[in-house]
């Protein structure tokens, strides 16, 4: 059975750090790749990051890139997703999410992907 973990949100001030983590199960870890999503009230779930497990390919948006990093323990079969810098607009559920690897390791619609975990909320207070 196919199983993702995320677990690590909490709620930190403006400018605090928060590691989410993303623990998969149940499917070869290194044929996936696994992105980080958001879902916050009122708005669309959206991309945040992605990695191809194979070679640490990343992705960022825009709106995290130089404040988030994503990276994978193999060994583990867990993709971390290490938030520094943290602004009241990054408050959401963050949801972690794999689909196999097929040539694009990131898609920016969340209907790709095959797999979901449960999702963490991070709130992050002025």
């Known amino acids: 059975e196919v199983q993702l973990q995320a677990s690590g949100g909490g709620t930190v001030q403006a400018g605090g750090s928060l590691r989410l983590s993303c623990a998969a199960s149940g499917f070869t870890f290194n044929d996936y790749a696994i992105a980080w999503f958001r879902e916050a009230p009122g708005k669309e779930r959206e991309g945040v990051s992605g990695i191809k497990i194979s070679d640490g390919t990343t992705f960022y948006a825009d709106s995290v890139k130089g404040r988030f990093t994503i990276s994978s323990d193999n060994a583990k079969n867990t993709v971390y997703l290490q938030m520094r810098g943290l602004k009241p607009e990054d408050s959401a559920v963050y949801y972690c999410?794999?689909?196999?690897?097929?040539?694009?390791?990131?898609?920016?619609?969340?209907?790709?992907?095959?797999?979901w975990g449960q999702g963490t909320l991070v709130t992050v207070s002025s």
């Open positions: 999410a794999a689909v196999s690897y097929i040539g694009a390791y990131y898609y920016s619609s969340p209907y790709e992907y095959e797999h």
